[in-house]
C-alpha cells in the first residue's frame, strides 16, 4: 500500500469520528509490514480526559491484534481542519514508545501535506531509559 492508499484509508476512519463537542473530526490509518491495516477515529466524551485521538486509537487496535513496534511500516492522520493535523502532546508521547524511530507519519487535511516522523516531532524524547533503572 503507498501513501495516497494509506492516507485515503485514514479519510475513510475519519468518517466514524464521534466529535459532538470540537466537530474536529481526526482519522488514522496504521500500515504493517505484512499489509494489514488497523483504522481509528477520535472519539470524544464529555470528560474531555476521556477523549480518544485516532492515532492512539490505530495504535492501541494494532497492539490489542498482537501487533508490535517493529511490525509497523507507516502512519496516516488526517483531519478536517484547515490545518494539518499534528499528533498532540499525548499522541506524541505514545508514539514516542509504540511506533519505529523513523516510521513514516503522513499528515494530510485533503488539500495539504506533511510527511515526518516521530522523531522529528519530538526531537528531546522522555523514554523507557528515564524510567527503567
Not at 8 to 16: D, I, L, P, Y
Not at 62 to 89: M, T
Not at 103 to 112: D, F, K, Q, V, Y
Amino acid at each position: 500500500m503507498n501513501r495516497e492508499e494509506l492516507i485515503k484509508e485514514a479519510f475513510k476512519a475519519m468518517e466514524n469520528a464521534y466529535a459532538p463537542y470540537s466537530n474536529y473530526h481526526v482519522g488514522a490509518a496504521l500500515l504493517c509490514h505484512d499489509g494489514r491495516v488497523f483504522i481509528g477515529a477520535n472519539i470524544e466524551n464529555a470528560s474531555f480526559g476521556a477523549t480518544n485521538c485516532a492515532e492512539r486509537s490505530a495504535v492501541f487496535a494494532a497492539y490489542s491484534n498482537g501487533i508490535r513496534k517493529d511490525d509497523i511500516a507507516a502512519l496516516a492522520i488526517v483531519s478536517d481542519g484547515d490545518r494539518v493535523c499534528a499528533p498532540c502532546g499525548i499522541c506524541r508521547q505514545v508514539l514516542i514508545e509504540l511506533i519505529p524511530q523513523d516510521c513514516p507519519i503522513w499528515l494530510s487535511n485533503g488539500t495539504e501535506d506533511v510527511d515526518t516522523t516521530i522523531r522529528e516531532l519530538v526531537p528531546m524524547q522522555f523514554t523507557e531509559e528515564d524510567v527503567i533503572r
